[in-house]
């Protein structure tokens, strides 16, 4: 818990300023889920929009743009689909006549989209992702197996405050 109001209190003091920045930042707590920055797209008048990719470690990156465009996919990384197949099982299951159907155990991923304007007048819509569970057991052994992912924390266990939003304090 200590480790968690240090990064709050850096957080709150010195917010990200330049659109630019791409570095994780803490997830936001949803009712029994998470919100995750994972896209910034920079609106320009005269050309197509630029996307740039938020650094995260719960989410894979796209592995290379699909035959008929861009194509912006939520998938969590190979060790989180593995940690939740034992914890739920497969992400589909049999159905009737052999059909498969979606694990109705597994969270639901959306996207939200936020405008910003930065202090240096560019504008962005932050891309986030929404993962809610259907079920409190399931968030509260999330939250326990990958708790320094969603703080934004790198490998060395030195928390980044990066940003003012947060994963609220006293939830884990």
Do not use: Y
């Amino acid at each position: 818990m200590a480790k968690l109001a240090a990064a709050v209190n850096a957080m709150t003091a010195s917010p990200l300023s330049q659109a630019a920045c791409i570095h994780a930042i803490p997830s936001r707590l949803l009712a029994q889920g998470f919100r995750l920055l994972t896209l910034r797209e920079f609106r320009n008048d005269k050309e197509p929009p630029a996307f740039a990719w938020i650094e995260q470690r719960l989410l894979r990156l796209p592995q290379r743009p699909g035959r008929h465009g861009l194509f912006f996919a939520n998938t969590f990384r190979p060790e989180i689909m593995a940690w939740l197949s034992q914890q739920l099982g497969r992400p589909s299951v049999p159905a009737e006549a052999g059909r498969a159907q979606r694990n109705a155990l597994w969270p639901t991923m959306t996207w939200h989209g936020e405008d910003r304007a930065w202090p240096d007048g560019a504008r962005t819509v932050e891309w986030f992702v929404d993962v809610v569970f259907p079920h409190a057991a399931s968030w509260t052994a999330f939250q326990q197996q990958w708790r320094d992912r969603l703080l934004a924390e790198d490998d060395d266990a030195n928390a980044i405050a990066r940003d003012d939003t947060t994963f609220a304090a006293g939830t884990m």
